[in-house]
């Protein structure tokens, strides 16, 4: 039998140099729940363990850990609004701020369930879940350009017992056959090249640059696309919602603005950063 409280030192004495001490435990804790079955109680109570075959796997996920993967795609899930999500190198992380995005969505939209959203980039398939499971009456329809990201969406909408319709389809191509909605939302990619210096490791070497970069000279080409289509796709006061580049939430606003919409907001994040942008068509 193996002392739990062992293991988790063990964890911790090889993650600290690189992490810090506290991201460090909360590293272990996923680690040992992911391959021990061992919960953060169960651990500081120094549960005993018999499953020694696992110590080699543990010390492969703590190189791969020391060299900036993230623990993510290592244990192949995480948590998102309260599920959990396959993810893999195919798909983004999810945020907390995205978490924030479906809040505002759901709660704008609770007393008309009845309604028909598009998430346009879905990758892991986390928005278009999320809101089908917080508003199961709605008819929901996830784009992506990638054929593996959209495998995996697929596989997090069955897991989640979530029916959603998955569209194959580069938005940016001047005819797009998306389907009309009373609502569209999306998150595309919005970092900038040039933001790459400011990026930790773990995301600049692992997660697909397809899902997270735009180009320094036109930051909105996703969201200008976007906009145009869902002036013609969106059915009479529909809305559309965009997380966006904190950088660039007035621009973002104006975007909307110009091209007819109403009641065009820019909300803060937890953190009081610009995060979403949102509008109405007349």
Known sequence: MQSSAALFKQCINELEEYYGKQEAQSLAFLLLDNLFSLSRTEILADKKTDQSNKTVLLKKYLDRLNKSEPIQYIIGSTEFYGRMFEV?????????????????????????????????GTGSGCIAVSLKKE????????????????ETAKKNAEQNKAEITFLEEDILL????????????????????SEKKQMRENVLSYEP????????????????????????????????????????????????????????????????????????KR
């Open 135 to 150: 508003l199961p009456l709605m008819n929901v329809y996830a784009l992506d350009i990638s054929s593996k990201a959209l």
């Open 209 to 280: 640059h397809l899902a997270l970069f735009a180009d320094n000279d036109n930051p909105l080409i996703f969201y200008k696309a976007i906009t145009e289509k869902a002036k013609k796709r969106l059915l009479p006061k529909g809305k559309l919602y965009f997380e966006i580049n904190e950088q660039f939430g007035k621009e973002t606003s104006e975007l909307l603005t110009q091209a007819g919409f109403v009641e065009v907001k820019i909300i803060k994040d937890l953190n009081g950063k610009d995060r979403i942008v949102r509008g109405e």
């Open 88 to 120: 893999n190198p195919a798909v983004l992380i999810p945020r907390p701020e995205t978490e924030e995005l479906i809040q505002l969505i759901v709660s704008e939209n609770t007393n008309n369930v009845s309604l028909s959203v598009l998430d346009i």
């Open 174 to 193: 001047t005819e797009t056959n998306i389907p009309e909605t009373n609502l569209i939302v999306s998150n595309p990619p919005y970092v900038m090249h």
